[in-house]
């Protein structure tokens, strides 16, 4: 005989689960203790539930297996929903285990009683709860096979009197294998073939979907002299030793990968869903390839679609290929590409604002000479190991990210890069740094994002998980200015009134660094990444650097410059 907790716990063990995140407490006390007296899964506990399910989808993402996390009756259920969009958006197969009152109270408006059915049913592509014994294990088959068939989230809601009662018989839970890639048509290669054959000049925007194609990804280029634009996950894997890559396109991207865009005749569009419209060329003919054939589209208008896995459709194109002579279009990319690269890693020296152009565009932008996050983000990419797994909070900590931390080695990246939330790169971190607590992680945090989860850090602390968490401190919610800046409005409600956050650290029990100096700047780096434990590097950054879009309009360049002038005149007046 066994428990229904047992069980679950037993059947995810099975499928080779190591971690569940979560917060103990009352419903979910069965499962908690099945999982104290297995012994094959280690539960840790955080101070916040979003925290466990940014962790868990992590660990999903990392792995491409299920991530677990666990959520108590009500609130605490409630408190894991962020996160889960999170895994929803990013394609991650993610478990939520939630408690509900007892059976018998169900629908009785009894304390704590929400309808998680109702709750979960848009980020879950399942959602159910467990009203008998009798339906389990079958209901857990049905949500992890979900999950992990259809790459998102299942909710399985367990009142605390049924995860307590025993099983009438041995239940052998039986969970599907991940579906093969699809490979596209033969008739739709030809199609696609014919298209860029008789095409002068091709772009490629290639994303996460290809990262698993690299050598053919990078042939294909070859044959088309094609520049390739990168999405932000496809840095991963794409990026190193790549000849062909001009960086992003975006907010966070750069003009020769906008340039590139804008001059071709086809974009060859292969494992992409780059969601921000007004960085696609109009007038050209778009190839889309995706293995998600709702996918094809829905950003850009498209000439010829093919559903199908990118490594397949590649390895079937190539053959029908000719190799193009004239390079002109790559090429030009390319020159493109590095003379920016050249003109911002510049900014990345720490003596920049010494230097004579450096000296007069601090008196612009930088006059107090604080640290540039420039500097920080470079000095991070030369010092970090080749299998750092790196994440980033969304805003700018992610633009300097983006631009100079390359994906090289074995390196791994994570972000909230579709559902765009704050305070996401400290819970994956811990959620990367549980799978292997001897590999490096790195995490690029805004310091409204840290501070807005920083109950646990003492999770960080309690199960010895090596996190070096490098926050921005420009005192700023810093995208968000930007943003006012570019309408024309001057900065409002941005400001943030932080403490000294390494000494917040320390008292955490954390390494606490801080660095106000930039000539201080790289030893204090070294030294966060030396560090065995967990490590809070607190550098006060420049609040006024400006991270200028490729492609920026008139309007938004007239609107920072009369922000601006409003900034510096509420500054002279003390408003």
């Given at each position: 005989m066994s428990t229904v907790a047992a069980m679950v716990v037993e059947a995810l063990a099975r499928l080779g689960v190591k971690t569940v995140w979560g917060v103990v407490g009352d419903a979910l006390n069965p499962l908690t203790d099945a999982i104290r007296t297995h012994g094959g899964i280690e539960w840790i506990g955080v101070r916040h539930e979003e925290v466990a399910a940014f962790a868990a989808g992590a660990q999903a993402q990392l792995t491409g297996t299920l991530g677990v996390c666990a959520g108590t009756v009500g609130p605490g259920s409630i408190h894991l929903l962020n996160g889960l969009y999170d895994a929803k958006k990013?394609?991650?197969?993610l478990l939520a285990i939630?408690?509900?009152?007892?059976?018998?109270?169900?629908?009785?408006?009894f304390f704590q009683e929400v309808n998680n059915d109702v709750i979960f049913a848009d980020v879950a592509l399942f959602a159910h709860t467990v009203t008998s014994v009798a339906q389990m294990p079958y209901l857990l088959e049905q949500a992890v096979n979900a999950a992990l068939a259809g790459r998102g989230v299942a909710v399985l809601s367990i009142p605390g009197d049924i995860g307590g009662a025993e099983l009438p018989k041995e239940a052998i839970p039986r969970f599907v294998d991940v579906a093969a890639p699809l490979a596209p048509h033969?008739?739709?290669l030809g199609t696609i073939a014919k298209e860029l054959n008789e095409a002068r000049r091709i772009t490629m925007l290639v994303g996460a979907g290809a990262r698993d194609a690299r050598e053919l990804v990078?042939?294909?280029?070859?044959?088309?002299?094609?520049?390739?634009?990168l999405t932000l996950k496809a840095k991963e894997g794409l990026e190193e030793a790549n000849e062909f890559q001009v960086g992003q396109a975006g907010l966070i991207g750069n003009p020769a990968a906008a340039h590139a865009l804008e001059r071709c005749e086809v974009l060859l569009m292969v494992g992409t869903d780059f969601p921000y419209r007004d960085s696609y060329p109009s007038g050209k003919t778009v190839i889309q390839i995706d293995a998600a054939g709702a996918h094809i589209g829905r950003r850009t208008a498209v000439d010829v679609g093919v559903v199908g896995d990118a490594?397949?459709?590649?390895a079937g194109l190539l053959p029908l290929l000719e190799?193009?002579?004239?390079?002109?279009h790559v090429l030009d990319a390319r020159t493109r590409y590095q003379a920016w690269t050249k003109r911002h890693l510049s900014l990345a020296d720490p003596a920049h604002d010494s230097h004579l152009t450096g000296r007069v565009r601090a008196i612009a932008d930088n006059p107090g000479h604080a640290i540039r996050p420039e500097a920080v983000a470079a000095a991070i990419d030369r010092l970090a190991d080749g299998d750092a797994i790196f994440t980033s909070?969304?805003?700018?900590?992610?633009v300097w990210l983006a631009r100079y931390v390359t994906m090289r080695g074995t390196r791994r990246l994570l972000g909230s890069y579709n559902l765009g939330s704050m305070a996401n790169a400290m819970p994956q971190a811990l959620g990367a740094s549980a799978l292997e607590r001897t590999r490096q992680v790195v995490a690029f945090c805004g310091d409204g994002g840290l501070s807005m989860l920083m109950g646990d850090l003492l999770t960080a602390v309690a199960y010895g998980l090596p996190v070096k968490l490098v926050v921005f401190n420009n005192g700023r919610l810093g995208m968000v200015k930007l943003e006012q800046e570019q309408a024309g409005l001057p900065e409002f409600g941005t400001v943030l009134a932080n403490p000294d956050l390494a000494a917040v650290g320390r008292a955490c029990g954390l390494h606490g660094i801080r660095v106000e100096d930039p000539g201080a700047l790289e030893a204090a780096i070294s030294e966060a990444l030396a560090h065995q434990g967990p490590v809070l590097l607190d550098v006060v950054t420049n609040p006024d650097e400006v991270s200028i879009p490729?492609?920026?309009?008139?309007?938004?360049?007239?609107?920072y410059a009369s922000a601006r002038l409003k900034e510096t005149r509420a500054h002279r007046s003390g408003a």
């Open positions: 990013s394609h991650a197969p939630c408690g509900q009152v007892p059976s018998g109270e169900i629908g009785s408006d033969p008739q739709v990078l042939e294909v280029a070859g044959k088309l002299a094609s520049p390739m634009v490594g397949l459709t590649l190799t193009k002579t004239d390079q002109t909070d969304t805003g700018m900590s992610t490729p492609d920026t309009k008139i309007g938004q360049a007239l609107g």
